[in-house]
């Protein structure tokens, strides 16, 4: 089992910026890696995800806003959020995948508050 270990996650108002990490040894060598987000009451959304291939993808709520980019040299993944609202409080989560390897790793979860 990978462990991948989330930080930076915290209180923030409203229109201020966070940037989450994901770091852990599954960094390296996966195929894709993304960022979900879960509020109480809702299901988990997904927000978006990055390739080795260099294709990216975002959600619509957070397009223009979040960015996605990973740190070899650091095994870790980072979400930048800028232009945070009320709406983005909710807990973070990353998942990588390997395709060879048929396997996907979940991080446990920061939480993110932004206040208004």
């Known amino acids: 089992q990978v462990r991948l270990v989330e930080s930076g996650g915290g209180l923030v108002q409203a229109g201020g910026s966070l940037r989450l990490s994901c770091a852990g040894p599954g960094i390296i060598g996966s195929d894709a890696n993304s960022w979900y987000r879960q509020a109480p009451g809702k299901q988990r959304e997904w927000l978006g995800t990055i390739k080795t291939t260099g294709a990216e993808d975002y959600g619509d709520s957070v397009k223009g806003r979040f960015t996605i980019f990973r740190d070899n040299a650091k095994n870790t993944v980072y979400l930048q959020m800028n232009n945070l609202t009320p709406e983005d409080t909710a807990v973070y989560y990353c998942?990588?995948?390997?395709?060879?390897?048929?396997?996907?790793?979940w991080g446990q979860g920061t939480q993110v508050t932004v206040s208004s």
């Open positions: 998942k990588v995948r390997n395709y060879a390897a048929h396997t996907e790793y």
